[in-house]
Structures are given as structure tokens and as C-alpha cells.
């Protein structure tokens, strides 16, 4: 036998004739698979004499089996932690099926890499639409496995697509990337081994067969056929496993369209959605052509939520045909071009339809240029549009000379309805209004209204475009007066022509109209209530925008608009419950004064909620308001708007005294997150509000934090304020929980001696009042020194009431040179009123008179209805002379002083 490889004969000896035709079979090194340490073992083959084939009576379609081939030391499984050195079969003269440059092949993964991310995917580490995408780094990229990303999750509708994306022409080959992976076909050697492998599989011998297809998969790891068998091995026992390897064989011969079908079908089966989807994907670009492929694919996307899917699959399905697909361009481009304008995705329709117009124009019928025109008109490609006529519906253009304007236009009488329209559309949006002058009475005439009513609107609002309102109202007229189109909308845009024509009284009627036969068309009844505003006519303005909170779904802005208008008519009751009602958007309605208390109760937003809901599980009731009103997301008012809509409320009740109200607005706009940026604004205006409606509780919890955070001295007034109105002690546990935290001299000392004196404890007060006098001396310190030494000498049973009262009257000395000129006044009756009290009557006169003789200082005269103390001053006087029975003094004093 001729053979083209070394042999040697086998050392051992043999003792039959069988034995003596067995030899070693031993490759060139070259073709071993080598580490460092080992070689692969040689394989033995059993050889045959022809002589002795000649000699035995066979039918040649027979096999003849040969014994088993030993194979030794083969890896069970890939091994991608030691290096290996691959067969150079370029030298066997396999040819490539693609060739590559030394550039593409850097782009390319290794060959570990390849093998690592292999045996990540049959590990079960990643999906097999993540095993393609790493698989495919370097390689050739199209389009549709760019979708497969956008469709994986079912509940989430994909991005737009753009033209790039869907609708690219498949000749500028914009997607492709790089160079497409070679794939490798086993040389002789190895596909002997792959049919000893196929042999062994067949006659059981499983485990045999898998070691085989594991050494050709780590010496060829691009050739698919040891995927396949090792896909039929696992298929019984392991179906996962199977289709693990399928999907790789799959990979490595990618042009079998009916086999990535397959694998659609039984991942389908399986549940696995990514990895179906992907298989489709495979699928079509082996055979781009397959229109059912496309729509299966499309349609199960669409059944898990992907609305678009289908508008995705013809677009690139219209780009695979060529021109000899004319009846299909032209099915598939209507039906995309129907489903784009549904989504309002004109561009893509245009591209779509563009096909039909490029491709197979012998086929282009008055259908496919209605459709198209209807395409164009929207995205403003009048001129496209224009040629389209021109070239499929013969109508006739003429221009002026050595310029693009229109000095006539044709139309053929027999041209239908539609095109016409659509033609006089054109012709006003390229801005020759006076050709379509000459073309509107001709479709006036022919034209039944009743009929073609859309058309006469479609022109119209061409007209209405071009701001010309009357040409606009000869076409509406009929409309309005018509039995089939006498509709709001109609109506609307009548309305919309006469205030471009400034005639508010006709627009009001057109307006109303509207309102009558749409009552819930609220754009209608805003520009109703505008020009009835322009009119003067507010009330009716508020009655237009009236909405029934129990059957309409409330519209914020109308509510605004309304709400203002209220305050303008001073409906105020009315704009109150307006206002609050717009609040409840995103505002808690407060149910009680207890939850109004709650939300004092901390500054953070969430907590305040939490309070809330949980004084109402507490009490039993529900956490939300039943039958709350319902609103639809339209436009809404800017925040800012809205905030100074809360200003004007919380100011006129205010200035209505309505306290109460007051109160209720600001807290209810402390649960609002829209207004979490004017939290401490709206907190001051809750804190005004309690202090007006004389609620101490609740005001003294906004005004402890706000001590805490702003220690200024206007935070110390309101603390004083809420002090001077509490119904409780609990600040006075603060006072002294604060006392240790502050400087030697503070406003808290002065709060705390306050406190200490009016609770009668004058020792601690006097104390207070001296230390603090001591630091830093001030005319009020020592007015109160004063006060609480007259308060201890009036004691019934206090000792040294010389010394006190001589005391009192040296700090109210010292009190009148610190005030100054500017408070002489002031200081004048402070000193007579102590005198007065001490019934020392001539002294408090003498004080008195200085009040009411002196002039008052410049500030006291500015404002004298605030700072004056005549009435005052005359009013004790007349009590001092009616003390002693001089009635005729005293009346005197009243006369002149306090009389109005």
C-alpha cells in the first residue's frame, strides 16, 4: 500500500499474521497538539491487504468495520488555563473559507479568549444572546442584532428608531465593522477523527465520542461539526446541554437559515424569549429575503409589547428587495407606511414608500401617491410633493422665467377628489396664494361639502397657516352650515379664523358652539373665557371654565386661569375653595385641626407625612380622601405660579381676618413635595398664622426650630410673642435645656429672667437681670432691674423697701440717659407710671406733663398712631385728679387729649 506519511514498523515482536499487519501510525510533530511536557500519543490503525479483500466474496455497499482505533490521554473537557500550540493546517493546503489581513485578525478574538467565553456559555454564566455578542466582537455587525437588545425586556416599549437605524439603504453597508470571522474546515486527518467520533456515537460508545469531539473542538475551535454530535450526544439525557451546543454550531455556521429556525422554535418552547428572538434574528440575516421570518419574528414581539416591531421588521425587509420584488415593495411599503402614520412616524413611512417610487416605478398607481402625499405633507416636503404630481398625476406647472415661483397651475378634471386638495395644499404652502385663488372657486363648484367636508377643512387650515383668515372662512362656511360636518372641530378653527380677523363677537359664537356640542373640550373653553375677559365679561369667564369635580377630569390650568379670574370679580369664598382644590394635586387635604397640629410637630416633608397617615390609622380612618377628584396630565402651572398663587391666598385671608383659613392653607402646603424648596418660607407663614389665630401649641413647635436653626434676634421677638400667648410651661423645659448651649449674653437669658419674673420669682429674675447688666448694660436691662425692685418693694411682706424703691428709681435714672433724646418720651412715662404705682402722685404728675408739654421726637412723630403715648399719659392724669376729686381737671384732660 502507497502511503504519503512515515511509517515504522512496530518494535515488539508478533506472533500471528493479524498481529504483524498492525503498525504504528506516526504524524509529523508539526501536526501534534504539544505542551511542554507531553505529546499526544500515536494513533493505530489497523491496515488491510488488498489481495485479501480480492480473495473474500463481499458486497462492496457493505461496511467493513475495522477494529477500534486507540486514542489515549484525551482531555474530558476544554482546558483554557495552559497555553497550546495549535496545528499549522495552512501548510496541508485546507484553504480558508475567508481570507484575512494581518489587521483584521488583530481585531479578532484569540483563540483563548474564544474558548474562555465558550465555556462561560456552557457553564450556564451567560446567555446565549450575551455568548453572540461577545462572540461577535471584531466580526461583522448588522443591524438586526442591534435590535435584539431593544426587545429583551417585553414590558418596556424600545427607543424610537432612527432613520440610520431602521431605515439606512442596505447599499452604503453603513452597519458592517471590521471583517467577518474565517471559519475553519477540519483537514483529512481531523475529519477522519470527526467520522470515527460519528462511528462511536452510533454504536453507544458515548463517552468515547465526546472525548473525540472535545480534542477537535481544542485543536479546530471554528468548526462546527463536533458541536453537532456532541448536540446529538447530550439531546436525551442533557436537552439544555444539546442546545447549548446547538446554538455554538449554530454560531460557527451562521448561513443555516432553517437551522437557526429550529432553534427559535424550541427556545419558544422552552420560554427563553432574548435567546428565540436572537435565533429569528440569525435567521433572517442567513436569508434576508424570507418575508415570513420577518413578520414571526415581529409578531412575537409585538405580543410581548413591543408595538413598533413590525414597523422595524419591513422597513429593513424593503431595503433586502430589489427591483424585481416590485409586488412585494409594494404590499410591505403600503402596510408600513399605514402603520408609521398610526405612530406618526412619517419619516420612516416616507423612506418606506420611497422604494416603490426608486425601485418599481412602473407599478406606482394614484393609490401609492395619495399615500405618499399624505406622507410628505406632514413633514413640510412641498416641493417633493409637487414633483410626485407632476410626474404621476399630470398636473401641469408652469414658472415664471429663470425662477422657482408658480405662475399657473392645471389640474385634469378627472383627477380624483383627494389629489386635488392635496395639489391646492401644495400650491398655498409654496406660497403662491393667488394661484390657488384661481383653483379654489372650480373645487367649490365640483365639490360636494357634505361629502368631501375633510378636504375643504385640510385647505382651510392650509390657508389659516398662511395667516390668511378669510380665504380660510369661504371654505369653513359651508361646513358649518352642513349637516355631516356642522362638528366642534369645524367649529373651532371657524372660531379660530374670526379672532384672526378680530371679530371677538362672531369668535364668541363660534366658541360657544364649540362648547355645546364638545362640552369637554377645555381648550375651547380657555380661549372662550379669554375673549370674554377681553370683553370685560369676567363672571362669564368663570362660568365657562366651571368644572364638575364629581364627572370631569379636572384640568389643572383651567382651574388656574379660573382661580384668578375669581380673585379679579372678589368671589373670594369661591377662589379660596378654588385654590386649595388646585393644591390637592400634590397637597394632603388636612381633615381636623388635630392634623394640623401633627405637621407642626417636625420640619422634614416625609416625616410629616408619616405623622400624618399614622394619627389617621390611629383614629380608624382611611389614609386617602374618598371620591378625591381626578386630573388629567396636561399642562400644568409653573411652580412659581402657583407658589405666588399661595402668597395671595395666605395675604387675603390675612387681611380678611379669616385666621383659621389662613392657617390651613400654609399648613397644607407644608405636605407638598412640589414646594420643598420654599419649605422655610412656607414654615414663617405657618408660624404668622398660628400667631394670628392665637394657636400657641402648634406655633411654638414651628418657632423651636426655628430658635434653633437661626438664633437672630427677630427669631428670639417671635419665640417672646408665642410665650407671652402660651397655655402651657413647655418653654420654659426648653428655655433651660437651651441656657446651657448659649454665650454669658444672649436673648435666652433675657427670656428666661422674663419668665422668672412673671412667674414671681423676682430673686432669680433680679439676679439674671444684673449679671446681664453687668456684661453688657442697655437701657432695657435696666428698665427691668427697675421693674422687678418696684415689683419686690410692692410685696406685702418684703423687707428693705427703702433701699428697693431707691434702687428702682437709680436704674430708671440710669434708664432715661441710655434711651436718649429720641425715646425721652417713652422714658418720661415709664418713670411717672413708677411713681404713679409707688403713689407718689406729685412726681408721676410732674412726669406726666413732660409727656404731654414736651414735643415728641422725630421717630414718635412719624409715627404717632403707633408710638405716641399722650392718650396715654392724659388718660392716667385724669385718674390721678379723679383720685382726688378734682373732676373738672380730669374732664379737662379727657377733653383735650382722648376726645375723637
Same mark, same amino acid.
Given at each position: 500500500?502507497?502511503?504519503?506519511?512515515?511509517?515504522?514498523?512496530?518494535?515488539?515482536?508478533?506472533?500471528?499474521?493479524?498481529?504483524?499487519?498492525?503498525?504504528?501510525?506516526?504524524?509529523?510533530?508539526?501536526?501534534?497538539?504539544?505542551?511542554?511536557?507531553?505529546?499526544?500519543?500515536? &494513533?493505530?490503525?489497523?491496515?488491510?491487504?488488498?489481495?485479501?479483500?480480492?480473495?473474500?466474496?463481499?458486497?462492496?455497499?457493505?461496511?467493513?468495520? %475495522?477494529?477500534? @482505533?486507540?486514542?489515549?490521554? @484525551?482531555?474530558?473537557?476544554?482546558?483554557?488555563?495552559?497555553?497550546?500550540?495549535?496545528?499549522?493546517?495552512?501548510?496541508?493546503?485546507?484553504?480558508?473559507?475567508?481570507?484575512?489581513?494581518?489587521?483584521?485578525? =488583530?481585531?479578532?478574538?484569540?483563540?483563548?479568549?474564544?474558548?474562555?467565553?465558550?465555556?462561560?456559555?456552557?457553564?450556564?454564566?451567560?446567555?446565549?444572546?450575551?455568548?453572540?455578542?461577545?462572540?461577535? =466582537?471584531?466580526?461583522?455587525?448588522?443591524?438586526?442584532?442591534?435590535?435584539?437588545?431593544?426587545?429583551?425586556?417585553?414590558?418596556?416599549?424600545?427607543?424610537?428608531?432612527?432613520?440610520?437605524?431602521?431605515?439606512?439603504?442596505?447599499?452604503?453597508?453603513?452597519?458592517?465593522?471590521?471583517?467577518?470571522?474565517?471559519?475553519?474546515?477540519?483537514?483529512?486527518?481531523?475529519?477522519?477523527?470527526?467520522?470515527?467520533?460519528?462511528?462511536?456515537?452510533?454504536?453507544?460508545?458515548?463517552?468515547?465520542?465526546?472525548?473525540?469531539?472535545?480534542?477537535?473542538?481544542?485543536?479546530?475551535?471554528?468548526?462546527?461539526?463536533?458541536?453537532?454530535?456532541?448536540?446529538?450526544?447530550?439531546?436525551?439525557?442533557?436537552?439544555?446541554?444539546?442546545?447549548?451546543?446547538?446554538?455554538?454550531?449554530?454560531?460557527?455556521?451562521?448561513?443555516?437559515?432553517?437551522?437557526?429556525?429550529?432553534?427559535?422554535?424550541?427556545?419558544?418552547?422552552?420560554?427563553?424569549?432574548?435567546?428565540?428572538?436572537?435565533?429569528?434574528?440569525?435567521?433572517?440575516? %442567513?436569508?434576508?429575503?424570507?418575508?415570513?421570518?420577518?413578520?414571526?419574528?415581529?409578531?412575537? =414581539?409585538?405580543?410581548? $409589547?413591543?408595538?413598533?416591531?413590525?414597523?422595524?421588521?419591513?422597513?429593513?425587509?424593503?431595503?433586502?428587495?430589489?427591483?424585481?420584488?416590485?409586488?412585494?415593495?409594494?404590499?410591505?411599503?403600503?402596510?408600513?407606511?399605514?402603520?408609521?402614520?398610526?405612530?406618526?412616524?412619517?419619516?420612516?413611512?416616507?423612506? $418606506?414608500?420611497?422604494?416603490?417610487?426608486?425601485?418599481?416605478?412602473?407599478?406606482?398607481?394614484?393609490?401609492?401617491?395619495? @399615500?405618499?402625499?399624505?406622507?410628505?405633507?406632514?413633514?413640510?416636503?412641498?416641493?417633493?410633493?409637487?414633483?410626485?404630481?407632476?410626474?404621476?398625476?399630470?398636473?401641469?406647472?408652469?414658472?415664471?422665467?429663470?425662477?422657482?415661483?408658480? %405662475?399657473?397651475?392645471?389640474?385634469?378634471?378627472?383627477?380624483?377628489?383627494?389629489?386635488?386638495?392635496?395639489?391646492?395644499?401644495?400650491?398655498?404652502?409654496?406660497?403662491?396664494?393667488?394661484?390657488?385663488?384661481?383653483?379654489?372657486?372650480?373645487?367649490?363648484?365640483?365639490?360636494?361639502?357634505?361629502?368631501?367636508?375633510?378636504?375643504?377643512?385640510?385647505?382651510?387650515?392650509?390657508?389659516?397657516?398662511?395667516?390668511?383668515?378669510?380665504?380660510?372662512?369661504?371654505?369653513?362656511?359651508?361646513?358649518?352650515?352642513?349637516?355631516?360636518?356642522?362638528?366642534?372641530?369645524?367649529?373651532?378653527?371657524?372660531?379660530?379664523?374670526?379672532?384672526?380677523?378680530?371679530?371677538?363677537?362672531?369668535?364668541?359664537?363660534?366658541?360657544?358652539?364649540?362648547?355645546?356640542?364638545?362640552?369637554?373640550?377645555?381648550?375651547?373653553?380657555?380661549?372662550?373665557?379669554?375673549?370674554?375677559?377681553?370683553?370685560?365679561?369676567?363672571?362669564?369667564?368663570?362660568?365657562?371654565?366651571?368644572?364638575?369635580?364629581?364627572?370631569?377630569?379636572?384640568?389643572?390650568?383651567?382651574?388656574?386661569?379660573?382661580?384668578?379670574?375669581?380673585?379679579?370679580?372678589?368671589?373670594?369664598?369661591?377662589?379660596?375653595?378654588?385654590?386649595?382644590?388646585?393644591?390637592?394635586?400634590?397637597?394632603?387635604?388636612?381633615?381636623?385641626?388635630?392634623?394640623?397640629?401633627?405637621?407642626?410637630?417636625?420640619?422634614?416633608?416625609?416625616?410629616?407625612?408619616?405623622?400624618?397617615?399614622?394619627?389617621?390609622?390611629?383614629?380608624?380612618?382611611?389614609?386617602?380622601?374618598?371620591?378625591?377628584?381626578?386630573?388629567?396630565?396636561?399642562?400644568?402651572?409653573?411652580?412659581?405660579?402657583?407658589?405666588?398663587? &399661595?402668597?395671595?391666598?395666605?395675604?387675603?385671608?390675612?387681611?380678611?381676618?379669616?385666621?383659621?383659613?389662613?392657617?390651613?392653607?400654609?399648613?397644607?402646603?407644608?405636605?407638598?413635595?412640589?414646594?420643598?424648596?420654599?419649605?422655610?418660607?412656607?414654615?414663617?407663614?405657618?408660624?404668622?398664622?398660628?400667631?394670628?389665630?392665637?394657636?400657641?401649641?402648634? $406655633?411654638?413647635?414651628?418657632?423651636?426650630?426655628?430658635?434653633?436653626?437661626?438664633?437672630?434676634?427677630?427669631?428670639?421677638?417671635?419665640?417672646?410673642?408665642?410665650?407671652?400667648?402660651?397655655?402651657?410651661?413647655?418653654?420654659?423645659?426648653?428655655?433651660?435645656?437651651?441656657? $446651657?448651649?448659649?454665650?454669658?449674653?444672649?436673648?435666652?437669658?433675657?427670656?428666661?429672667?422674663?419668665?422668672?419674673?412673671?412667674?414671681?420669682?423676682?430673686?432669680?429674675?433680679?439676679?439674671?437681670?444684673?449679671?446681664?447688666?453687668?456684661?453688657?448694660?442697655?437701657?432695657?436691662?435696666?428698665?427691668?432691674?427697675?421693674?422687678?425692685?418696684?415689683?419686690?418693694?410692692?410685696?406685702?411682706?418684703?423687707?428693705?423697701?427703702?433701699?428697693?424703691?431707691?434702687?428702682?428709681?437709680?436704674?430708671?435714672?440710669?434708664?432715661?440717659?441710655?434711651?436718649?433724646?429720641?425715646?425721652?418720651?417713652?422714658?418720661?412715662?415709664?418713670?411717672?407710671?413708677?411713681?404713679?404705682?409707688?403713689?407718689?402722685?406729685?412726681?408721676?404728675?410732674?412726669?406726666?406733663?413732660?409727656?404731654?408739654?414736651?414735643? %415728641?421726637?422725630?421717630?414718635?412723630?412719624?409715627?404717632?398712631?403707633?408710638?405716641?403715648?399722650?392718650?396715654?399719659?392724659?388718660?392716667?392724669?385724669?385718674?390721678?385728679?379723679?383720685?382726688?376729686?378734682?373732676? =373738672?381737671?380730669?374732664?379737662?384732660?379727657?377733653?383735650?387729649?382722648?376726645?375723637?
Amino acid at each position: 500500500m502507497k502511503m504519503d506519511i512515515k511509517m515504522e514498523v512496530s518494535s515488539e515482536e508478533t506472533d500471528t499474521e493479524e498481529d504483524s499487519n498492525k503498525i504504528d501510525l506516526v504524524l509529523p510533530q508539526k501536526h501534534f497538539i504539544m505542551d511542554n511536557n507531553a505529546v499526544l500519543a500515536p &494513533v493505530e490503525i489497523e491496515e488491510l491487504d488488498p489481495e485479501s479483500i480480492n480473495k473474500m466474496n463481499l458486497n462492496m455497499g457493505e461496511f467493513i468495520e %475495522a477494529e477500534a @482505533i486507540k486514542i489515549h490521554n @484525551i482531555p474530558d473537557q476544554l482546558s483554557v488555563s495552559q497555553p497550546v500550540q495549535y496545528v499549522d493546517y495552512n501548510q496541508l493546503n485546507e484553504p480558508m473559507t475567508d481570507t484575512m489581513t494581518d489587521t483584521e485578525e =488583530q481585531n479578532l478574538l484569540s483563540v483563548e479568549e474564544e474558548n474562555l467565553i465558550t465555556k462561560q456559555f456552557l457553564n450556564g454564566e451567560l446567555t446565549f444572546s450575551e455568548f453572540t455578542e461577545k462572540m461577535d =466582537q471584531g466580526v461583522e455587525i448588522e443591524l438586526e442584532e442591534i435590535e435584539i437588545s431593544n426587545t429583551v425586556n417585553p414590558a418596556s416599549e424600545p427607543p424610537p428608531q432612527t432613520n440610520s437605524q431602521v431605515a439606512s439603504p442596505k447599499p452604503q453597508k453603513a452597519a458592517k465593522s471590521r471583517s467577518r470571522r474565517p471559519r475553519r474546515n477540519l483537514p483529512p486527518a481531523l475529519q477522519g477523527l470527526m467520522g470515527e467520533a460519528n462511528l462511536r456515537y452510533a454504536r453507544g460508545e458515548i463517552e468515547l465520542a465526546t472525548q473525540i469531539c472535545m480534542e477537535i473542538i481544542r485543536q479546530v475551535p471554528n468548526a462546527p461539526e463536533p458541536f453537532h454530535t456532541l448536540a446529538s450526544i447530550y439531546e436525551n439525557d442533557q436537552p439544555e446541554k444539546a442546545m447549548q451546543f446547538q446554538l455554538i454550531a449554530a454560531h460557527l455556521s451562521p448561513k443555516d437559515s432553517e437551522l437557526w429556525v429550529r432553534l427559535a422554535t424550541s427556545s419558544l418552547a422552552s420560554g427563553n424569549l432574548r435567546q428565540a428572538l436572537t435565533c429569528y434574528s440569525k435567521a433572517i440575516q %442567513a436569508s434576508p429575503k424570507d418575508i415570513e421570518l420577518y413578520e414571526i419574528r415581529a409578531k412575537l =414581539q409585538e405580543k410581548f $409589547g413591543d408595538k413598533k416591531a413590525y414597523i422595524r421588521a419591513y422597513s429593513k425587509l424593503l431595503h433586502q428587495f430589489g427591483p424585481e420584488d416590485g409586488v412585494h415593495i409594494v404590499a410591505y411599503a403600503r402596510n408600513l407606511a399605514e402603520r408609521c402614520m398610526k405612530e406618526n412616524m412619517y419619516e420612516i413611512a416616507a423612506d $418606506g414608500m420611497d422604494n416603490i417610487f426608486k425601485k418599481c416605478p412602473q407599478l406606482v398607481t394614484l393609490a401609492e401617491v395619495n @399615500i405618499m402625499i399624505d406622507i410628505l405633507i406632514p413633514l413640510r416636503q412641498f416641493t417633493k410633493c409637487l414633483d410626485i404630481l407632476i410626474s404621476y398625476a399630470k398636473i401641469i406647472i408652469e414658472y415664471v422665467p429663470e425662477s422657482t415661483s408658480i %405662475a399657473a397651475c392645471y389640474i385634469p378634471a378627472d383627477l380624483p377628489v383627494d389629489l386635488k386638495a392635496k395639489c391646492i395644499i401644495t400650491v398655498i404652502e409654496l406660497n403662491a396664494i393667488t394661484i390657488a385663488d384661481t383653483l379654489i372657486p372650480d373645487f367649490l363648484t365640483t365639490e360636494n361639502p357634505e361629502i368631501s367636508g375633510d378636504l375643504f377643512l385640510d385647505i382651510a387650515e392650509a390657508f389659516m397657516n398662511k395667516k390668511e383668515f378669510r380665504r380660510a372662512l369661504d371654505l369653513l362656511e359651508p361646513l358649518v352650515n352642513s349637516q355631516n360636518f356642522s362638528l366642534a372641530a369645524v367649529w373651532l378653527r371657524h372660531g379660530e379664523c374670526w379672532i384672526g380677523c378680530k371679530d371677538l363677537n362672531k369668535a364668541i359664537k363660534s366658541y360657544e358652539m364649540v362648547r355645546k356640542l364638545s362640552p369637554l373640550h377645555l381648550e375651547a373653553r380657555m380661549e372662550l373665557a379669554k375673549l370674554y375677559k377681553l370683553k370685560g365679561q369676567f363672571n362669564k369667564a368663570v362660568q365657562v371654565l366651571k368644572q364638575d369635580i364629581e364627572k370631569d377630569s379636572l384640568d389643572p390650568a383651567v382651574i388656574y386661569e379660573r382661580t384668578k379670574l375669581l380673585l379679579k370679580v372678589k368671589r373670594y369664598d369661591e377662589f379660596f375653595e378654588s385654590g386649595l382644590l388646585l393644591l390637592s394635586r400634590h397637597c394632603i387635604t388636612l381633615r381636623s385641626r388635630l392634623e394640623l397640629t401633627a405637621l407642626s410637630r417636625t420640619s422634614a416633608l416625609r416625616q410629616r407625612t408619616e405623622i400624618l397617615y399614622r394619627d389617621r390609622l390611629s383614629r380608624g380612618e382611611p389614609l386617602h380622601d374618598e371620591n378625591a377628584p381626578t386630573f388629567c396630565s396636561k399642562e400644568d402651572p409653573t411652580k412659581k405660579q402657583e407658589f405666588n398663587l &399661595v402668597l395671595q391666598m395666605c395675604h387675603l385671608a390675612c387681611k380678611l381676618k379669616k385666621y383659621g383659613l389662613m392657617q390651613r392653607i400654609c399648613f397644607t402646603t407644608l405636605t407638598s413635595k412640589r414646594f420643598a424648596a420654599e419649605n422655610s418660607q412656607i414654615m414663617y407663614l405657618c408660624l404668622i398664622a398660628c400667631i394670628r389665630n392665637n394657636d400657641s401649641f402648634a $406655633g411654638f413647635n414651628i418657632v423651636r426650630e426655628l430658635v434653633r436653626s437661626k438664633k437672630r434676634s427677630k427669631a428670639w421677638n417671635l419665640l417672646n410673642i408665642i410665650i407671652q400667648r402660651a397655655e402651657d410651661s413647655r418653654h420654659n423645659r426648653f428655655m433651660m435645656r437651651q441656657l $446651657g448651649k448659649e454665650d454669658v449674653f444672649s436673648y435666652l437669658h433675657i427670656l428666661h429672667a422674663n419668665n422668672c419674673l412673671v412667674s414671681g420669682t423676682y430673686k432669680y429674675a433680679l439676679n439674671d437681670y444684673i449679671s446681664l447688666f453687668k456684661v453688657k448694660p442697655s437701657a432695657l436691662l435696666a428698665l427691668l432691674v427697675a421693674v422687678t425692685c418696684l415689683q419686690m418693694a410692692c410685696q406685702k411682706f418684703s423687707s428693705k423697701k427703702n433701699q428697693l424703691v431707691t434702687q428702682a428709681m437709680a436704674f430708671l435714672k440710669t434708664y432715661m440717659e441710655l434711651r436718649g433724646e429720641q425715646g425721652s418720651q417713652e422714658a418720661n412715662y415709664n418713670m411717672a407710671r413708677a411713681l404713679h404705682q409707688l403713689g407718689l402722685l406729685t412726681g408721676a404728675i410732674h412726669f406726666y406733663s413732660k409727656v404731654l408739654e414736651l414735643p %415728641a421726637p422725630e421717630l414718635v412723630e412719624q409715627h404717632s398712631n403707633l408710638l405716641d403715648l399722650k392718650k396715654e399719659a392724659a388718660f392716667n392724669m385724669h385718674l390721678i385728679y379723679m383720685q382726688s376729686e378734682n373732676h =373738672q381737671l380730669a374732664r379737662t384732660f379727657l377733653e383735650n387729649y382722648i376726645t375723637i
